[in-house]
């Protein structure tokens, strides 16, 4: 059976590790931040990681899209869109007014990673503007806090699974901004992951232009231009050797074996353009319903 790393139980990360793998699909297991998610990988104690690497409100993980370019050598081996669902989670007993109803008023502190946070914003300001928004490593560490810390009127921002997992109640559920909130992840490892079949295929790479070639990267873009090559994803990174020099991360949808991608990754090796091949991998829609 394959083994999985990733980011904390009762996270996002872990609910769609299971979505990709199935609930005994893969051994997961868990790392309390993403280098040692990455480093599992690397050190061969786990056969992929599950990377988050884009949300439709907060756009890139930058971090985690850096540690992919510069940190490490582990091949894209698939990828996944899964809803990112966030709940208010805490003690009911806690928080109930004389009416029974939940009070907000009553909690001081709420807790969770700072992109989940982020995507609560309209929620928080609404109902908790008097409370401290504190940003921990995980929302899965978030809730673990709330459990270890009864009486203290906080609350955390997590997944449901979260808080069956550590036995804490759902004070609000789905407390997004945006009900069409989804993140991308990466599986990245060395071997191709065959638990799942999918007709659609997608190839990244990171291209790293001629200093002294004026309109490389429109040489880059014209050769899949002309031949109908369609890229979803085109982000510079710097190359962190000097100011003002990028890599450029660009996700195209097709797979390296066709006959067109070569060519096009020829003709822009003939310009002086440096390229490295992230993967050529599987793509998986989500094929639920959020909510």
Same mark, same amino acid.
């Given at each position: 059976? $394959?083994?999985?790393?990733?980011?904390?139980?009762?996270?996002v990360?872990?609910?769609?590790?299971?979505?990709?793998?199935? =609930?005994?699909?893969?051994?997961?297991? #868990?790392? *309390?931040?993403?280098?040692?998610?990455?480093?599992?990988?690397? =050190? @061969?104690d786990?056969?992929?990681?599950?990377?988050?690497?884009?949300?439709?409100?907060?756009?890139?993980?930058?971090?985690?899209?850096?540690?992919?370019?510069?940190?490490?050598?582990l091949?894209?081996?698939?990828?996944? $869109? #899964?809803?990112?669902?966030q !709940?208010?989670?805490?003690?009911?007993?806690?928080?109930?007014?004389? !009416?029974?109803? $939940?009070?907000? @008023?009553? $909690?001081?502190r709420?807790?969770?990673?700072p992109?989940?946070?982020? &995507?609560? &914003?309209?929620?928080?300001?609404? =109902?908790?503007?008097?409370?401290?928004?504190? =940003?921990?490593?995980s929302?899965?560490?978030?809730?673990?806090?709330?459990?270890?810390?009864?009486?203290?009127?906080?609350?955390?921002?997590? /997944?449901?699974?979260?808080?069956?997992?550590?036995?804490?109640?759902?004070?609000?559920?789905?407390?997004?901004?945006?009900? !069409?909130?989804?993140?991308?992840?990466?599986?990245?490892? *060395?071997?191709?992951?065959?638990?799942?079949?999918?007709?659609?295929? *997608?190839?990244?790479?990171?291209?790293?232009?001629p200093e002294? #070639?004026?309109?490389?990267?429109?040489?880059?873009?014209?050769?899949?231009a002309?031949?109908?090559i369609?890229?979803s994803?085109?982000?510079?990174r710097?190359?962190k050797?000097?100011?003002? /020099?990028?890599?450029?991360?660009?996700?195209?949808?097709?797979?390296?074996?066709?006959v067109l991608?070569?060519?096009?990754?020829?003709?822009?090796?003939?310009? @002086?353009?440096?390229?490295?091949?992230? @993967?050529?991998?599987?793509?998986?829609? #989500?094929?639920g319903? &959020?909510g």
């Amino acid at each position: 059976m $394959i083994s999985v790393a990733l980011l904390p139980e009762g996270t996002v990360s872990d609910e769609a590790a299971r979505y990709l793998c199935g =609930n005994d699909g893969a051994v997961r297991v #868990y790392r *309390k931040l993403i280098s040692d998610v990455f480093l599992s990988t690397v =050190n @061969g104690d786990t056969d992929y990681s599950v990377i988050p690497i884009e949300n439709t409100i907060e756009g890139s993980v930058s971090m985690h899209l850096d540690w992919l370019i510069h940190e490490v050598d582990l091949p894209i081996q698939a990828e996944w $869109i #899964y809803p990112s669902i966030q !709940n208010l989670i805490g003690r009911s007993s806690e928080c109930r007014g004389d !009416n029974g109803e $939940i009070d907000f @008023g009553r $909690i001081v502190r709420v807790m969770s990673h700072p992109v989940a946070m982020a &995507q609560c &914003q309209e929620f928080l300001r609404a =109902n908790l503007p008097h409370a401290d928004w504190k =940003n921990v490593s995980s929302t899965a560490e978030a809730v673990r806090i709330v459990q270890e810390n009864p009486g203290m009127g906080l609350a955390a921002i997590g /997944t449901s699974i979260a808080a069956e997992h550590f036995g804490l109640d759902v004070l609000a559920p789905g407390v997004t901004d945006h009900s !069409n909130n989804f993140t991308r992840f990466l599986l990245v490892g *060395k071997e191709p992951f065959r638990l799942k079949e999918s007709p659609v295929r *997608k190839t990244t790479i990171l291209v790293t232009l001629p200093e002294d #070639y004026p309109g490389a990267l429109h040489q880059v873009l014209s050769a899949f231009a002309w031949r109908r090559i369609n890229l979803s994803r085109i982000e510079s990174r710097p190359t962190k050797k000097q100011l003002g /020099t990028y890599h450029f991360y660009i996700e195209i949808e097709m797979a390296l074996d066709t006959v067109l991608l070569p060519a096009a990754l020829e003709e822009i090796k003939a310009i @002086g353009c440096g390229v490295r091949i992230l @993967g050529s991998y599987p793509l998986f829609a #989500y094929e639920g319903r &959020q909510g």
